[in-house]
């Protein structure tokens, strides 16, 4: 039970020294473009093959693909009326675009990002006993743009660092919470389901916020790098 917290709030942690790096490193735009193609390469293969192919296996074509798109029209419902507060730049490390940006919104996303992610976690343990290596990684790989970036727009919304780091720290928290909740509760849920609405979500939150920071960023290099995401995912699973 508390290993699933445990994991849940490794994969979290990586927001908050995304913020630490944002902070008080000089980080350019081009390495945060690639850290981002190169999470959404992984993030793109754990899906694919921890949730998804999984899914298939246990449960059949019809119930996965009924659970991907259902997660994928929730989080894009979910992505589009935070988006309207000023939550659709969340993860850009544009301090231009970042400006324009709530605060507030911008927490409220990343929180939407973390919880199915952390969720599937703890589901991991179910029934395995042992987390998913492959989903924690990617997780974790895909958090570190995102607290670099989004800590740059609540610097422009006027916030504290004390303020950031206690937002960030609380994002930590909730990813521990979601993986705890994930193990304990859904140990009698529909295992296709939840992973393939998990997947769905995934696979929205990388083509909507994702890739678009990546290529605007790291320029025509993102698609090697992305592949290399996915390379390293599918290595990852092969020995996991």
Known sequence: MWQAAMWGG??????????????????????IGYIMAFGTGVL???????????SVHSGGLKATSLGFLAGAV??????????????????RSTKQ???????????????????????????????NATVSWLLVIAIFISN?????SSTTGLVKSGFSK???????????????FSSWTGFVFLDHASETLMAAFAGGGIIAMVGS???????????????????????????????S
Request: glycine share 10%; no cysteine; hydrophobic share 55%.
């Open 10 to 31: 490794i994969s979290g942690s990586a927001v908050l020294l995304g913020a630490l790096a944002a902070v008080f490193l000089p980080i350019g735009k081009k390495i």
């Open 44 to 54: 793109i293969g754990a899906s694919t093959y921890e949730l998804l192919g999984d």
């Open 74 to 91: 929730v989080f894009t419902f979910l992505d589009y009326l935070i988006s309207r507060q000023g939550a659709n730049k969340r993860k």
């Open 97 to 127: 675009m970042a400006a324009n940006s709530s605060g507030i919104a911008i927490f409220i996303g990343t929180v939407m990002d973390a919880i199915p992610e952390s969720i599937m976690i703890g589901a991991s343990l179910i029934e």
């Open 144 to 148: 570190i743009p995102e607290g670099l």
């Open 162 to 176: 004390r303020k950031i780091f206690l937002l960030w720290a609380a994002v930590l928290f909730i990813s521990a």
């Open 209 to 239: 916020t994702m890739m678009p920071e990546a290529y605007e960023e790291g320029g025509s290099i993102t698609g090697l790098i992305a592949a290399l995401g996915l390379l390293a995912s599918l290595i990852l699973d092969h020995f």
